[in-house]
């Protein structure tokens, strides 16, 4: 498990107890012995404003075709989870170079780095 890989996870909600089987982008890979995995939620549901810290990702557009989504989704990056690598399902597919440099940009600008 790399990051810029999209796995199928089980990922906590943030208001309630439990979890949703629902796409997600690792960020780091397994955090030491912990065997804990930094990620992102990633949503079909497309924010009418998206945040500055949203990437829109279309499974149609060459740059994304490898990410093995298949609907249009947004990369929530302001929605992080660390979590077991339990939780994880299966590989989907991976972001690009261009869109992973993306990623990368728009943590920096959230996390003040």
């Known amino acids: 498990m790399l990051p810029g890989e999209i796995h199928l996870a089980a990922f906590p909600f ?6 949703k089987l629902r796409p997600v982008l690792l960020l780091t890979p397994r ?5 804990e ?8 549901v497309i924010p009418s404003n998206p945040l500055p810290s ?7 557009a060459v740059e994304h075709r490898v990410t093995g989504l298949k609907a249009v989704s947004v990369l929530r990056l302001h929605k ?3 979590i077991h690598v339990t939780s994880m399902r299966r590989k989907l597919g ?3 170079a261009g869109p ?14």
Not at 14 to 19: I, S
Not at 102 to 113: E, F, G, P
């Open 94 to 96: 991976h972001l690009s």
């Open 100 to 113: 992973m440099a993306q990623v990368r940009d728009k943590l920096r600008v959230l996390l003040t780095l």
């Open 14 to 19: 943030g208001d309630a107890p439990g979890t």
């Open 31 to 35: 955090i030491a012995r912990t065997n």
């Open 80 to 82: 992080l989870a660390t």
């Open 54 to 60: 949203d990437l829109v990702i279309d499974p149609n």
């Open 37 to 44: 995995i930094l990620v992102s939620y990633v949503s079909s």
